[in-house]
């Protein structure tokens, strides 16, 4: 028994592949999910989206959006995805820097402030993802 995965972006679908288990980052904590999952719907915050395929893991980051499990079907909808080959570390690291210094003097609205947080946690995680070991 395998979990069909979907991750789709506004941009392209990046994957559709079967998969024995999927791990991915929800508002709450991550989510593990197994084949029979109950069904359940939930936002998703930055983070790695893990699958395992006969053994091997394989890594890609996700930021926003939402998944939906229903019918050992696993639907990514993310505002935004790459796979680590896809990863600028170089880009990345200048991105964390940049949102580092605005938050160390920030004076800007809530709303502002969880952008630049959200800048850098998706440049912390690309960078996590592209020097780590990625199962391919």
Do not use: C, K, W
Not at 5 to 32: H, K, M, N, Y
Not at 55 to 70: C, D, H, M, P, Q
């Amino acid at each position: 028994m395998a979990l069909q995965l979907d991750v789709i972006t506004p941009e392209r679908r990046l994957l559709s592949e079967q998969a024995d288990s999927v791990t991915v980052p929800g508002l709450e904590g991550e989510l593990g999910i197994l084949p029979g999952h109950t069904p359940l719907i939930s936002a998703l915050r930055t983070g790695v989206l893990s699958y395992a395929q006969a053994g091997t893991t394989r890594r890609l980051l996700v930021s926003g959006g939402f998944v939906e499990v229903n019918n050992d079907r696993v639907s990514v909808l993310a505002d935004m995805a790459e796979f680590p080959e896809e990863v600028d570390a170089a880009r990345a690291r200048t991105e964390r820097e940049e949102a580092e210094r605005l938050l160390g003097g920030f004076s800007g609205s809530p709303e502002e402030m969880a952008e630049v947080r959200a800048r850098l946690d998706r440049a912390t995680t690309r960078l996590q993802l592209s020097a780590g070991d990625t199962g391919r």
